[in-house]
């Protein structure tokens, strides 16, 4: 009696035991360690900073290198309160792109660093680059995309390029092409129109989108700084559905260039898009310095029909 007793506690102990185990996610071997995301000899955590004299940018590993936040001389001109890049949403899915993991992660595959025409490998993070121009490319994958996208760096502006290429015939429900997290101190916008008209609006955290339209450049003006933080594209980003938004929120006026809305693509097709940022000095909110720094973009970054 006394056997038949101690074996039935002792299978009551090993049921719970590991009734508990399945129960608990968290208790896991502690020998196993996370599986590399990214490519071998490609940082997956920390920042890199690219410096030149009147702009600063920090990069971000965690979030598949892409930009964290802006500078222009002291003044912090694009926040590091959400995404910058590229992200999409498959037709059906969740987020793919840049920190985002809702629906898959961008995987990178390979950093180049080019400073004043002189390769530069990139071993580690917690480093700051200084140059006259500064180039980072970044080869990646997002969902069925190839993705080469560029961040260049001068004394007069950011410029940033982004090549996609599917590969497997594909949907997505929603491509952003370009994002910036502008502050909300903003508060108004002006944009010329691929007809090279000109439409202005307020920002008053309204919670809506502003603009949405199909632009050639959009720019807002921050009376705190007088900045005009102004992003030409020299080709339209146009899509199925495509638009540029500001999204009027109290915590950023975020910038969104969409490509599309729901779109098909096949296997082998490509996108092609230039942003170029520029914080326009000595803007009193009539744009007229903006106006300015963007007809001087424009002649060295010509129009592409």
């Known amino acids: 009696m006394t056997k038949l007793i101690l074996a039935s506690w002792l299978a009551v102990v090993f049921f719970s035991a590991n009734a508990g185990l399945a129960a608990n996610p968290e208790i896991t071997n502690k020998k196993e360690t996370a599986q590399p995301l990214y490519d071998a000899g490609v940082p997956e955590t920390g920042f890199l900073t690219l410096k030149t004299e009147n702009y600063t940018v920090p990069l971000d590993a965690a979030s598949g290198w892409t930009i964290e936040k802006m500078f222009y001389r002291d003044h912090l001109f694009s926040l590091n309160n959400g995404h910058y890049g590229t992200v999409l949403k498959p037709q059906g899915g969740q987020w793919w792109g840049t920190g985002h993991k809702e629906g898959g992660r961008e995987v990178v595959h390979r950093l180049t660093l080019i400073v004043d025409g002189q390769n530069v490998p990139i071993t580690k993070t917690g480093e700051t680059i200084t140059g006259k121009r500064i180039q980072f490319i970044k080869e990646?994958?997002?969902?069925?995309?190839?993705?080469?996208?560029?961040?260049?760096?001068?004394?007069?502006?950011?410029?940033?390029?982004?090549?996609?290429?599917?590969?497997?015939?594909?949907?997505?429900?929603?491509?952003?092409?370009?994002?910036?997290?502008?502050?909300?101190?903003?508060?108004?916008?002006?944009?010329?129109?691929?007809?090279?008209?000109?439409?202005?609006?307020?920002?008053?955290?309204?919670?809506?989108?502003?603009?949405?339209?199909?632009?050639?450049?959009?720019?807002?003006?921050?009376?705190?700084?007088?900045?005009?933080?102004?992003?030409?594209?020299?080709?339209?980003?146009a899509g199925n559905r495509s638009a540029?938004?500001?999204?009027?929120?109290?915590?950023?006026?975020?910038?969104?260039?969409?490509?599309?809305?729901?779109?098909?693509?096949?296997?082998?097709?490509?996108?092609?898009?230039?942003?170029?940022?520029?914080?326009?000095?000595?803007?009193?909110?009539?744009?007229?310095?903006?106006?300015?720094?963007?007809?001087?973009?424009?002649?060295?970054?010509?129009?592409?029909?």
């Open 140 to 237: 990646s994958t997002i969902w069925k995309f190839k993705v080469r996208a560029k961040v260049i760096l001068t004394n007069d502006f950011v410029e940033e390029q982004t090549e996609m290429e599917a590969l497997e015939n594909c949907k997505t429900d929603l491509l952003y092409y370009f994002m910036h997290c502008f502050p909300p101190s903003t508060t108004n916008w002006i944009a010329q129109l691929p007809d090279e008209s000109f439409e202005t609006g307020e920002l008053s955290h309204s919670k809506k989108m502003a603009v949405s339209k199909n632009t050639s450049w959009v720019a807002q003006y921050d009376p705190e700084n007088q900045l005009g933080l102004l992003c030409y594209t020299p080709k339209v980003i």
């Open 244 to 305: 540029s938004h500001i999204w009027d929120l109290d915590r950023y006026h975020k910038y969104y260039l969409r490509h599309n809305s729901g779109q098909s693509f096949e296997k082998g097709e490509k996108l092609d898009f230039t942003v170029i940022v520029k914080a326009v000095p000595n803007e009193t909110g009539d744009w007229k310095e903006t106006k300015k720094a963007a007809s001087h973009l424009m002649k060295q970054f010509p129009v592409v029909k």
